[in-house]
């Protein structure tokens, strides 16, 4: 299983786009890239999954370069409730194990 | 539409006692897991069943069983309590046999104190 780097903790201000970057460089050609959101006593919540290039939802953006040794999950304006723990998972969920690993995730902070 | 319905929500238990965490979906989600997530951590994977009467193991097993007699619930038991085992417990389901991009579905949690 590919294992993930995130930063630990961000600041940001509301109204302004934040990017939350994850490393993966073990990953593997049949590995896809999720992210999720997990609030205090919830639990979590998919935000976006890519295998490469970009991929635009309601919410978010996920941008993986060609290499796919990382990828960057972007909120654009962000508001108080976007504070929360955002995981970036890498796995096969093709597979026959189909197992996802989750690391410490990165603790967004979103101020007034 | 429920989604992934887990409890109880809160549950106390001395050392040594035995208990079943239940987890019911109503998606027809052939993928269903069990995560715990100990204080500022992330989850860790503990079982999980890819369809009706089909269980592994994942990374921390030890300390509990599952089964999944039905596509819907997939019980886990702590066979004999101990302190480490206290964490929030956290069910999830998904579709089986490739990305959908709709990822997994997590129940609200469990919270387990062991004393």
């Known amino acids: 299983l590919a294992k993930t780097t995130q930063p630990i903790s961000m600041d940001s201000y509301e109204g302004q786009e934040v990017n939350i970057t994850c490393s993966h460089n073990?990953?593997?050609?049949?590995?896809?890239i999720t992210w999720y959101q997990q609030f205090p006593s919830q639990g979590p919540r998919f935000i976006i999954q890519?295998?490469?290039t970009k991929v635009t939802n309601e919410v978010a953006s996920l941008f993986i370069p060609a290499d796919r040794k990382s990828s960057t999950l972007s909120l654009p304006r962000v508001s108080l409730s976007d504070t929360a723990v955002y995981y970036c998972?890498?796995?096969?969920?093709?597979?026959?194990?189909?197992?996802?690993?989750f690391g410490s995730g990165t603790q967004l902070t979103v101020l007034p | 539409n429920a989604g992934v319905t887990q409890t109880p929500k809160f549950q106390v238990l001395k050392t040594g006692q035995s208990m079943t965490l239940q987890c019911a979906q109503d998606?027809?989600?052939?993928?269903m897991s069990w995560y715990r997530q100990d204080p500022g951590m992330g989850l860790r994977l503990i079982h999980y069943?890819?369809?009706?009467?089909?269980?592994d193991q994942g990374e921390v097993p030890n300390g509990y069983n599952v089964s999944r007699s039905t596509t819907e619930d997939f019980p886990l038991r702590l066979l004999s309590a101990a302190p480490s085992q206290t964490s929030v417990y956290f069910c999830?389901?998904?579709?089986?046999?490739?990305?959908?991009?709709?990822?997994?579905?997590f129940g609200s949690g469990t919270r387990l104190t062991v004393v």
């Open positions: 999830a389901s998904s579709y089986w046999g490739g990305n959908d991009n709709y990822g997994y579905t």
């Open positions: 998606m027809n989600h052939e993928y």
């Open positions: 890519g295998y490469k």
């Open positions: 998972l890498v796995g096969d969920e093709s597979g026959s194990a189909r197992q996802l690993t």
């Open positions: 073990n990953i593997a050609t049949n590995d896809y």
């Open positions: 069943s890819v369809g009706a009467g089909i269980t």
